[in-house]
Structure formats: structure tokens, C-alpha cells
């Protein structure tokens, strides 16, 4: 059976799937002010086209489905999406990214689709710095994080960009919530991706060094078995809870050589890095209707695209799209 594996060696197991490129918040570090040059709708990949593509991919190997956007909860019909991918026999599991502001009212019905699990974008637990970084208001975002842990989708997980001179005096107290909620937290260094990114990269810090004051702290252990084997997080573990928490590291400790997923845009380009433009346009051809086993070359010939690394040290200025342009 032809499977997914890049020109490295490294087996694709894991899509990233961006359902949207629009978000009901504006994070300064990934979507500019008054940015509205959207994909228009005619353009975004329909249920049964994701279901399709989606599918010939899990015959080939793919496991692990996270919805992502901009934010995803702004598409209409998500529930449909997540139904059509949970049908899918090779599929292990469903997991969505979400700024929570909808999800008050989704959770119920998206844990019936299948979801299993989410990640909640959160930097800060401060209402007005919340306010600053997002435009957004931050009980929204509390008020979905209480209504996924009452459905009972798990584990969750808590993003958080930390950013020097912004929210980095946060990091205690984040972790402090999801020790008292029994959440994971996962922080992220900043990238530079596209302007906005660029401009973010100011407020870089070194989760080397958060690691190194949170251990001063905390009694922080290694982790056996990481929450999110299929993702790029290295974890360790808050002694005497149940918190995880996780570094994702693209600009101290890179992690490329272990790199096992790609990521497809709402309009059906397939991006084989986050840091790179190789990419690979789907939508022509699944509504030229070709025949699985094209599909399947065509896949094969994406997955050949993909890069040993990503270059955001060495040419920070090369990506020019947005991170929500991209699903993150």
C-alpha cells in the first residue's frame, strides 16, 4: 500500500485542517487590524470534499485530525465536518484548536460529532491585557473552557504564547488555573509568520528560560507517556496533579526531525511546513473529480515536497501569510 512518508524518512500521520481562514478575535501576533482579505466561500473545501480528501489520506496512513482556522468555530456546519472525519475507520482521533469564544454553546454538540479533545488558545488570565492582545473579551473564553470540561471533552489543553514585556509574568498564574482545573498547558514561543509575526518576534523569550524559573518553583518531573504523542510538545509533569505542561520550542530547540504532520488551508492548499511555502493545491483536482488513485499520487507527490526544516531562524522575512491563513 502506498503510505505518507517525506523524503526524509518521516511518516505523515497527522493533518492540521483548517476549516476557516476568519476569526471573531484579532491576537495582535497573528491576524493585523482590520485584516479582511479572506478566502470567499466559493473557494473553501465542502464537507464531502474534506471527507474525501480526508479519507484517501487515512487509507494511506493518516491518523491523527486536528480542526484548526483562523477560528473554526466560525464555520457554519462544523459539526458535519467533524462527523463525516469521525466515520473514518483509521482515524484515531479528533482534536480541535479554539480561541473558546463559541464554545459555550458548541461543546455539547461537538463532543456528540466526535470531537475528543480541544486546545484553547489563553495567554493571559488578566482581563484587560486579554483585551490587548485579542480584542476579545476574556469570560467568553472561560465560560467555553467550563462548558468543554462539563461535556466531557479531554484532556484540554491551554495554548499559551508567551512574550516578553507582554505576558510573561502570566505564566505562573495560567498554570495555577489548569492545576486547579486539571487542564495541560502548552507554551509556545513566538514565530515569524508573516508581518505580524514579524513585528511579535520583539517580544521573543526563550521557553528555556521559563522552564528553568517554572523548575525553581514546581516539582517538575519527566513524562512517561506525553498526553499528545502525535504532536510537537516536549512535556513534563507537575508533581502531585494531573497537569502536563508542555514546550513547544520552534525557535530554541527545534523539532523538525521528528515533524509528522501537514496542513491543509480552507481553500485545499496542503502546506507541507509551517515554515516554509512548499505547497500543493487540492481543490482543482477534487472538482476536476479524478479517481482515488490519482488522488493518491497527487498525495504522494505533496508529501515530496516537504522540507528537512523550517528556516524561521535563518529567514525569518520568507513567510509572507499569516498564521491564521494557515490553520497555526
Not at 492540521?16 to 487590524?33: A, I, K, Q, W
Not at 464531502?48 to 486536528?66: F, N, S, W, Y
Not at 528560560?209 to 525553581?216: C, N, S
Not at 485545499?268 to 500543493?280: I, R, V
Request: negative net charge.
Amino acid at each position: 500500500m502506498t503510505s505518507l512518508v517525506d523524503p526524509f524518512g518521516r511518516s505523515i500521520n497527522y493533518l492540521r485542517l483548517s476549516v476557516t481562514d476568519r476569526c471573531d478575535l484579532r491576537c495582535f501576533y497573528c491576524m493585523p487590524e482590520g485584516f479582511n482579505d479572506f478566502e470567499v466561500p466559493e473557494h473553501w473545501l465542502t464537507v464531502g470534499e474534506i471527507e474525501r480528501l480526508v479519507g484517501v489520506m487515512a487509507e494511506m496512513g493518516l491518523k491523527h485530525v486536528r480542526i484548526t482556522g483562523g477560528e473554526p468555530l466560525v464555520r457554519h456546519g462544523l459539526e458535519d465536518i467533524v462527523r463525516s472525519i469521525d466515520a473514518l475507520p483509521q482515524i484515531r482521533d479528533i482534536a480541535l484548536s479554539t480561541n473558546a469564544t463559541r464554545l459555550a454553546k458548541m461543546a455539547v454538540p461537538l463532543k456528540a460529532a466526535g470531537v475528543d479533545r480541544i486546545n484553547v488558545s489563553l495567554d493571559t488570565l488578566d482581563a484587560e491585557r486579554f483585551k490587548q492582545i485579542t480584542q476579545g473579551k476574556l469570560d467568553k473564553v472561560l465560560s467555553g473552557l467550563m462548558a468543554a470540561k462539563e461535556a466531557g471533552i479531554g484532556p484540554i489543553k491551554i495554548n499559551m504564547v508567551v512574550m516578553k514585556g507582554i505576558n510573561e509574568d502570566d505564566v505562573e498564574s495560567v498554570l495555577e488555573f489548569c492545576i486547579e482545573h486539571g487542564f495541560i498547558l502548552r507554551m509556545i514561543e513566538t514565530m515569524p509568520m508573516g508581518q505580524t509575526g514579524r513585528d511579535a518576534i520583539d517580544h521573543y523569550v526563550s521557553l528555556q528560560l521559563i522552564k528553568k524559573r517554572l523548575a525553581e518553583r514546581y516539582p517538575l518531573i519527566p513524562v512517561i507517556n506525553p498526553v499528545d504523542g502525535a504532536g510537537p510538545a516536549r512535556y513534563l509533569q507537575v508533581a502531585g496533579t494531573d497537569t502536563q505542561i508542555g514546550f513547544i520550542t520552534p525557535m530554541s530547540e527545534r523539532f523538525c526531525d521528528t515533524c509528522n504532520r501537514v496542513r491543509l488551508s480552507v481553500d485545499g492548499t496542503m502546506y507541507m511546513c509551517l515554515g516554509q511555502e512548499q505547497n500543493f493545491a487540492f481543490r482543482p483536482l477534487l472538482r476536476r473529480g479524478i479517481p482515488d488513485d490519482e488522488l493518491k499520487a497527487a498525495l504522494v507527490s505533496a508529501i515530496g515536497l516537504k522540507p528537512e526544516r523550517h528556516e524561521f531562524l535563518d529567514k525569518p522575512e520568507k513567510i509572507i501569510r499569516f498564521m491564521s491563513m494557515t490553520g497555526g
